[in-house]
């Protein structure tokens, strides 16, 4: 890994630029969950414990450039404080001598970043001015990696840079995942839509040894393989890129799991009359809502003889009993062969957290990434401007 951490730098009376994500949820004035705050308290804590000062920058909502008083993060500053134990010095309109006059070991946030529209734009005179303001550039935001702004890539050329605790953390779990995998490795990507993954499909064929595909993008493969699904939410339209990605799969000697059994419906809603059906048996009126038990009774022994998962997106309609069933199954056996020690597991995405959450599992993958479009894109093959600009 080619990036330097904390710990490769001087930070002694330093005044250390560290981009973080904080862009929490907030209702009536007050943080409603305050999970990402938390989550950059080491390294908040590392660079003071090394003499530093911190001076926190970050993004709040979409400003679209302009000052919006709504998305001040001034709103922040309570659960911020209540995180580290200590006050934190708010400052609107940042300068160097303001920063030098206050004393060492001050913890300081600057203003939303995104209310000039210089931020999004990666303008040199931003990047500039924020390099100003101190000595060292400290990148702790993984989940805005994917975006080449001022705060997150063009301040990173201007000074010494290195990764924050945080973002370490999520490289190396993904360095595990897909970068230098322990074999065999398994995917399962499950969601809507196939259009949304493409690229997500057509890198991991070329990296993993079991790809799992369920959810509804399991239908438009069953589709494309001339299986009819009935009512069931398939793209149609993208049959042969799914037959692509098929042989590509099959040319880099990577297993494509489908649902070797369904769960359908003839209506989307909790509690339906459902029934279990071979996948060639959908019913003309129904719709296929989960993958059966002989499906996650399959993955289950694919996940046994493992060493490394990389998870994004449900198999079913996991937001509805009993359709959540194959990924609640499939998540618990993961979990229980990574708390055994024979399996690493990585997880992410928006779904993908909300679905191992409610399976009652999210404490025990190995790591789960909150990262969103970065953990996507990591996943996609893609370079992060934000990680590249440190390299």
């Known amino acids: 890994m080619a990036w330097k951490t904390l710990d490769d730098m001087d930070l002694s009376g330093k005044r250390v630029l560290t981009r973080v994500d904080i862009n929490v949820p907030v209702e009536d004035g007050r943080v409603t969950d305050a999970t990402r705050i938390t989550r950059i308290v080491p390294t908040v804590q590392d660079i003071l414990a090394k003499g530093g000062t911190p001076i926190l920058l970050a993004h709040f909502g979409r400003p679209k450039g302009k000052y919006v008083p709504e998305m001040s993060l ?8 209540e995180a580290l134990g200590r006050p934190v010095t708010f400052i609107e309109k940042p300068s160097r001598d303001q920063i030098d006059a206050l004393p060492m070991e001050t913890v300081v946030l600057i203003e939303n970043t995104r209310f000039t529209e210089m931020e999004e734009k990666n303008d040199p005179m931003m990047a500039n001015f924020l390099a100003s303001l101190g000595d060292v550039y400290c990148n702790d935001a993984f989940s805005a990696a994917h975006r080449a702004h001022a705060s997150t890539e063009g301040v990173a050329h201007l000074l010494p840079s290195c990764v924050g605790r945080l973002m370490a953390e ?15 490795v398994v995917a399962v990507v499950g969601g809507a839509k196939v259009s949304t993954k493409l690229d997500l499909l057509g890198n991991l064929v070329g990296k993993v040894d079991h790809l799992v595909i369920g959810g509804g993008m399991a239908n438009t493969f069953l589709a494309a393989q001339g299986v009819d699904v009935g009512k069931s939410l398939c793209e149609h339209d993208l049959a042969d890129t799914a037959r692509e990605i098929l042989s590509k799969a099959e040319a880099a000697g990577c297993e494509i799991i489908l649902p070797r059994d369904i769960v359908v419906a003839r209506e989307f809603k909790a509690d339906a009359d459902s029934e279990t059906l071979s996948p060639d048996a959908c019913p003309a009126d129904a719709m296929i809502l989960d993958a059966g038990p002989a499906t996650v009774a399959y993955i289950e022994e694919v996940l046994k003889a493992a060493k490394t998962l990389i998870w994004n997106g449900p198999l079913g309609a996991f937001e509805i009993e009993p359709f959540d069933a194959a990924t609640n199954a499939a998540a618990r056996a993961a979990a229980a062969l990574t708390k055994a020690g024979s399996l690493t597991s990585v997880a992410g995405g928006g779904d993908t957290v909300a679905a191992l959450n409610q399976a009652g599992v999210a404490g025990d993958f190995t790591y789960i990434s909150t990262a969103g479009g970065a953990f996507l894109e990591w996943m996609e093959g893609k370079t992060l401007p934000g990680v590249a600009a440190l390299g």
Do not use: W, Y
């Open 170 to 184: 999520e490289l190396s779990a993904l360095d595990a995942a897909l970068g230098n995998p322990v074999r065999p």
């Open 74 to 81: 001034r709103v922040t500053l309570p659960a911020l404080e």
